[in-house]
């Protein structure tokens, strides 16, 4: 994906800067337009694809900025071709349609959704064959099929994400609801000007240019729901598990403790002060994950050169934060990182050799450890890597994790100085 992202902000400030300034000059309104709408498309889609690698939605919001774009620019090159925006209605709208079926999921689930975002695909190009069929291909003729279509397309659509409105339950309603709302918006903008608003000037363009950038918009703020809605999960099922750790260990033993240390014998008593200190053993096990020894006593530098001190194998650390104060969820998600990848390069990844970097840069701490191990390593659901990631992002941060077999892991936290 990193490999991607700049070619990609390349070719969509070629298409900006270059064709659409060009032809455009003269009606700066409409290139504004065109252009935000564009761009909102392949930086949403960037960021979202970054961030969710295996959530389709982020390559599908980064092709329709890019075919947004080329459309701007076919409309003046290539009349013949582009005019009514007919590129649109070919590619940009049925991936509107794909991305309002897997938003909530990351991809089409079941054969009913697959069935739905292949016909989205295939309706227009079929419209196009049938008219060349008849041997009425014309601009003129194509927005009269458009016209009488689209009505009963909005309406198969509108019922369809009824349906799936009413399915979903209250969270889910609230978390993709701002994407929802951007379909309709976008849909109602796109039905009347294919059907009783259609006609000369840029204002048309220019309204279905701002219900489109709408899309983006929705999309990046269901997304942040959405992620928002899985940290307070991921918080509530920690909160759980030590409410039953805390159950069914220590509250068992301290209970058994009292009724031993209530009796006369002295063996009793003996065994119910062992139960205490069992107890006392117990709770340092459990607050360990949650807030570690060496790093309240010895800050982020001491807890990693102890995580070094204790590995099986050798660990080089590059320590460039022992001069600053990091605020408390920094540390801990960073200690954590280290610790869990240098665990990993141990257990997992066969290293001989682990380096850890602690360094910060523009308002960030950037931690990075690098094994010369087998590589492979997967962030899969429920794993510990996918903890980490939870934990970093709930700092405001990003993980990333680069593992090619036979080249090593290297792990990679980045978050903001300013976390709380």
Not at 123 to 152: D, N
Not at 347 to 376: C, F, P, Q
Request: aromatic share 6%; with cysteine; net charge positive.
């Amino acid at each position: 994906m990193e490999l991607l992202r700049w070619p990609l902000r390349v070719a969509t400030a070629t298409l900006l800067c270059g064709p659409l300034l060009a032809l455009y000059w003269t009606d700066p309104w409409e290139l504004a337009c065109l252009a935000v709408t564009g761009v909102l498309h392949v930086e949403v889609g960037l960021r979202l694809w970054r961030e969710r690698p295996a959530n389709r939605i982020g390559p599908l919001l980064v092709v329709c900025g890019l075919v947004w774009l080329l459309d701007a620019w076919g409309r003046v090159t290539l009349p013949a071709l582009f005019t009514a925006g007919m590129m649109l209605s070919i590619v940009h709208d049925p991936m509107h349609l794909h991305a309002g079926l897997i938003v909530s999921s990351g991809r089409l689930r079941g054969r009913w959704e697959r069935l739905v975002a292949a016909a989205g695909y295939a309706y227009w190009p079929v419209l196009v064959a049938g008219a060349m069929v008849a041997g009425t291909l014309s601009t003129g003729h194509l927005l009269h099929l458009r016209a009488w279509s689209y009505p009963l397309v909005g309406v198969f659509l509108a019922g369809l994400f009824i349906v799936r409105y009413r399915r979903a339950d209250r969270a889910e309603r609230h978390v993709y609801a701002p994407f929802w709302a951007a379909l309709a918006v976008n849909g109602l903008c796109t039905a009347m000007l294919s059907t009783v608003a259609y006609g000369s000037g840029h204002w048309p363009t220019t309204l279905y240019a701002l219900g489109a950038a709408l899309i983006p918009v929705g999309a990046a703020l269901s997304m942040h729901r959405a992620e928002r809605r899985h940290l307070l999960r991921a918080r509530d099922r920690e909160r759980r598990r030590v409410e039953r750790d805390v159950h069914d260990g220590v509250q068992q033993r301290l209970l058994a403790a009292a009724m031993m240390l209530r009796q006369d014998d002295p063996a009793l008593v003996a065994r119910g002060a062992a139960e205490v200190e069992q107890a006392i053993a117990d709770l340092r096990d459990l607050v360990r994950g949650m807030n570690p020894a060496a790093l309240v006593c010895h800050g982020l530098s001491g807890a990693v050169a102890a995580i070094a001190e204790r590995a099986a194998v050798p660990v080089l650390v590059d320590d460039r934060v022992s001069h600053l104060t990091l605020p408390e969820p920094v540390a801990v998600a960073a200690y954590f990182v280290t610790m869990e990848a240098v665990t990993n390069s141990q257990k997992h990844a066969r290293a001989g050799r682990v380096s850890v970097t602690l360094a910060t840069s523009g308002g960030r701490v950037e931690v990075t450890v690098h094994d010369d191990g087998i590589g492979g390593a997967l962030a899969v659901p429920g794993g510990g890597l996918h903890g980490l990631r939870e934990r970093v992002e709930s700092c405001g941060g990003t993980l990333r994790v680069s593992s090619t077999r036979g080249r090593g892991t290297a792990v990679r936290a980045v978050m903001p100085l300013a976390a709380s």
